[in-house]
Nanobody, 127 residues
């Protein structure tokens, strides 16, 4: 079964850190760009960060720039989102998604036309 599975969410105090993981099964992430999205209660889903299939050109939403870091380990078929200096407004369900540019071996960072989605992991930032 082709799927993405997120893990690492939980409850953290403001100022704390969490690292989310996105593990792929049934396919290899090597040629896929990875993006992290989040959806807070009552709000639309938004793109948080993305990274190209080669691991270059990371992109971040202004709201998380300087606090979040996206990375990937293709040998582990896994991507990560390191979240530092968390704020209450970071509370949301976080989703990872993967996209491939046709049969190309390179896919640039993007937030649209995703091929696979995970089911999400809840991050709650509260004191």
């Amino acid at each position: 079964q082709l799927q993405l599975v997120e893990s690492g969410g939980g409850l953290v105090q403001p100022g704390g850190s969490l690292r989310l993981s996105c593990a792929a099964s049934g396919f290899t992430l090597n040629y896929y760009a990875i993006a992290w999205f989040r959806q807070a209660p009552g709000k639309e889903r938004e793109g948080v960060s993305c990274i190209s299939s080669s691991g270059g050109s990371p992109n971040y939403a202004d709201s998380v720039k300087g606090r979040f870091t996206i990375s990937r380990d293709n040998s582990k078929n896994t991507a990560y989102l390191q979240m530092n200096s968390l704020k209450t407004e970071d509370t949301a369900v976080y989703y990872c998604a993967a996209a491939r540019n046709g049969a190309s071996t390179y896919t640039a960072c993007r937030y649209y036309g995703m091929d696979y989605w995970g089911k999400g992991t809840l991050v709650t930032v509260s004191s």
